[in-house]
DNA sequence: GTAATTTAGTTGTAGCTTCAAGTAATGACT
DNA sequence: AGTCATTACTTGAAGCTACAACTAAATTAC
């Protein structure tokens, strides 16, 4: 009665494969990148990630919004976790010079050891959790999906920007 | 200078691209299937889950064990929402006749009417996020990465078991 | 038959995430 | 110069998740 043909088209079988595969990866592989971290070091993966792309960035620095977008967080939660570890000693923020809104977010020594430390350790779980899974195909394959899946949610994140040279 | 080769080898830049856009995919998807649901019905991604996974099952009843596989959860994190779900009047638990220590959890006709009535919604999302952005062959690649990641975190999923009929 | 182990699930709690609301600085408009 | 809107965050509280500890039932081993 009710469905004459579900309102908006349900998925085909195929589509409900992949569904299913997508929906349990996202859920498991965070915990599973996370453990190690946690163990190791008590950092959560969105830490060791703001932790990493302010290693990354120039002289170790980045304003919230900029940090936000490059760990596709929001600026609350960012806050919350730049706090955190700023009261660990292993992030420093100031606020900018000649624009007092922003605060710029840098890594200390201290957090700079720390991830050059861990280093090692996450990227071998990369690895085993994700890389020797998959052969060179699949890594391409995934690369392209995972940037339309992204061009579906946030249009301008910074990852779709460099078309890659 | 960079890359004066770290301890475990470090990631190729193909991988490199794989692997942001993995990261931000599953930072960023989880969240946006939550948003719609919770707006319309208070439900987060994983209540949803739990109340499609019961629905889709024999008399709508799974042990707590088994829905624990089938939605990806430690079974303490099913427990707690379980708990809260009951109290919504959404599942009702039992414990098993045979084996005292089984828990069956149930979605009542209450939970049904709120999924039939979500499930236009969520399958909204879960095209315009994902599969409007894909074409036939991604969703097939998707598929075919997607069971192989779930390989390496967990061989025995429920996922993996049948290679379809 | 009973002690030891395993299986199935629950609960308390600390810490993290989200959401709504607030602050303060800047830019735009008039 | 003064209002209005926008940008860039911060904060508090509510709710969710992970971890460790615990209970109780069923199996296994002796």
Redesign the interface.
């Known amino acids: 009665m009710?469905d004459s043909v579900?309102?908006?088209?349900?998925?085909s079988?195929?589509?409900r494969?992949?569904?299913?595969?997508?929906?349990?990866?996202?859920?498991?592989?965070?915990g599973?990148l996370d453990a190690p971290l946690q163990k190791a070091a008590k950092l959560s993966l969105f830490d060791y990630?703001v932790l990493a792309m302010l290693s990354e960035a120039g002289n170790r620095t980045l304003p919230m919004s900029e940090l936000a977008a490059r760990?596709?967080?929001s600026l609350s939660r960012l806050s919350h976790v730049a706090k955190k570890l700023e009261a660990r000693g292993l992030v420093s923020r100031d606020t900018h010079a000649s624009d007092a809104r922003v605060t710029a977010a840098s890594v200390t020594d201290a957090g700079m050891a720390l991830i050059e430390e861990l280093?090692?350790l996450h990227?071998?779980s990369?690895?085993?959790?994700?890389?020797?899974?998959?052969d060179?195909r699949?890594?391409?394959?995934?690369?392209?999906?995972?940037?339309?899946?992204?061009?579906?949610?946030?249009a301008g994140?910074w990852?779709l920007r460099d078309p890659?040279p």
């Open positions: 009710r579900p309102g908006p088209r349900w998925l079988a195929d589509e494969a992949a569904w299913l595969a997508l929906l349990s990866t996202t859920t498991l592989l965070p599973a990630n760990t596709s967080a280093a090692p990227v071998a990369v690895r085993s959790l994700v890389f020797d899974q998959l060179a699949d890594v391409a394959d995934l690369a392209r999906i995972g940037r339309k899946l992204m061009r579906g949610m946030d994140h990852i890659a």
